[in-house]
């Protein structure tokens, strides 16, 4: 079974550790992807910031945004130390942020140097070296780009590719827009895995639902999910048993997951002074479509209560999701 199998995605200002922690308590096996992070913030900013993980989170990858090939080296060798389990190369932001720093999509047009930053970084390091992109940018819709993009870089010795099945357009949409937009290209995915079947193949964008998983399964060596595992985390409540080999999930039910991340919670406010906000953001979605969750969820979003330790929230939310 391809330690790809299933993953959730990189989402800036969302898949932080506290929210890696929250998945690990659904999905045990599945394989979870940093934030990215640029090159510079590593390589002149705070690295414990950055990199500090919980020991639970493994499988756990650190992606990267950068061009340089020196710069990527290093912060190979920096996410190895680590502890890491994977660098990932982002070649799919569509930001103009990210254009301005010369990474992101931008680099599918700009093979040769991207091949030259993966060599460099599997030089660097024994940990897998993996890339993300699209299947192209702006207007270019033939498969050929892609193919030669995922050909140039396996030349280079990469050998798992994360395609999110739309281009990138790098004028005229919003990254939010990029997600929605440009259409869903599937067929380019799984042409890219009978193309090249030494290759692992992953298929990103749009997949929704364990069945909708299974059949990308019939034609990919793996799927990354992003919205859906944020925003519906109980989505994920069967990919242990279903898709991975497992005998049991962490937790048999929500409320299980609830009281795991209550008690992480409060080792972090105890050992980190960490609000119990920073972390519950992300448990939000939890008890989507049930009765009760609005409530639930307006308890657990209510500043008034951050003064108070998150096991007295956890009660509250509880009281009034009965009352309503």
Request: hydrophobic share 40%; glycine share 8%; aromatic share 8%.
């Amino acid at each position: 079974m391809s330690p790809w199998r299933l993953s959730v995605a990189p989402m800036l200002d969302w898949t932080d550790r506290h929210c890696r922690y929250f998945h690990r308590q659904i999905s045990r096996h599945s394989r979870l992807y940093t934030e990215m992070v640029t090159t510079g913030a590593l390589l002149h900013g705070d690295q414990h910031r950055h990199l500090d993980f919980n020991t639970e989170e493994h499988p756990v990858a650190l992606q990267l945004g950068g061009s340089d090939p020196a710069d990527l080296a290093a912060c190979a060798k920096l996410a190895e130390q680590w502890g890491y389990d994977e660098v990932n190369l982002n070649c799919g932001c569509p930001s103009e942020r990210v254009q301005r720093g010369a990474f992101g999509a931008c680099l599918m047009a700009e093979s040769s140097l991207v091949a030259d930053g993966v060599k460099a970084m599997l030089d660097a390091v024994s940990i897998p070296v993996t890339v993300k992109h699209r299947i192209g940018i702006d207007q270019i819709e033939s498969y050929d780009f892609v193919r030669d993009f995922v050909g140039t870089l396996a030349q280079a010795g990469c050998q798992v590719f994360i395609v999110h099945a739309r281009n990138a357009w790098l004028k005229g949409l919003s990254p939010k827009e990029n997600r929605d937009i440009p259409p869903l290209r599937y067929e380019f995915v799984h042409r890219l895995k009978r193309d090249f079947p030494a290759l692992t193949i992953v298929v990103n964008g749009g997949v929704v639902g364990d069945d909708a998983i299974a059949e990308q399964l019939q034609h990919v060596d793996g799927v990354m999910v992003g919205r859906e595992a944020y925003h519906n985390p109980w989505s994920m409540a069967a990919w242990d048993t279903r898709f991975l080999g497992a005998d049991a999930n962490p937790h048999d039910s929500r409320e299980a997951v609830e009281s795991a991340m209550v008690e992480y919670l409060g080792r972090q406010a105890e050992s980190q002074g960490l609000p119990w906000a920073h972390g519950a953001r992300h448990m939000l979605g939890l008890y989507n479509g049930l009765p009760g969750a609005r409530t639930w969820r307006r308890v657990w979003s209510d500043h008034h209560l951050k003064a108070l330790p998150a096991s007295q929230v956890h009660a509250i939310a509880h009281r009034r999701e009965v009352a309503a």
